[in-house]
């Protein structure tokens, strides 16, 4: 299996997660995300990554080998 590109991963998280704003890189095995969704309103960081990972399903065991993330609600992303 081809590793998946930075816009690939991107698809993925759009898919599964309603974003108002979404930013990935990546050099295909080792990924950073950026990521701001109403979702997050209220959550904690743990609780706002599993939210990813479960967006992302079996992709995180299967095609990503890691990715870290900046989880965001809208308010913190404009308040940055």
């Known amino acids: 299996m081809a590793d998946p590109t ?3 991963v991107r698809d993925f998280i759009a898919a599964g997660l ?3 704003h979404l930013e990935v890189e990546g050099d295909g095995r080792h990924f950073f995300a950026t990521i701001v969704s109403d ?3 209220g959550l904690s960081r743990i609780k706002r990554h599993q939210r990813v990972y479960a967006a992302l399903g079996e992709r995180m065991r299967e095609q ?3 990715l870290s ?3 965001l609600s809208p308010a913190e ?3 940055r």
């Open 6 to 8: 930075p816009q690939e």
């Open 69 to 71: 993330m900046k989880t």
């Open 39 to 41: 979702e997050f309103n």
């Open 64 to 66: 990503i080998h890691a």
């Open 18 to 20: 309603p974003c108002a």
């Open 77 to 79: 992303w404009s308040a």
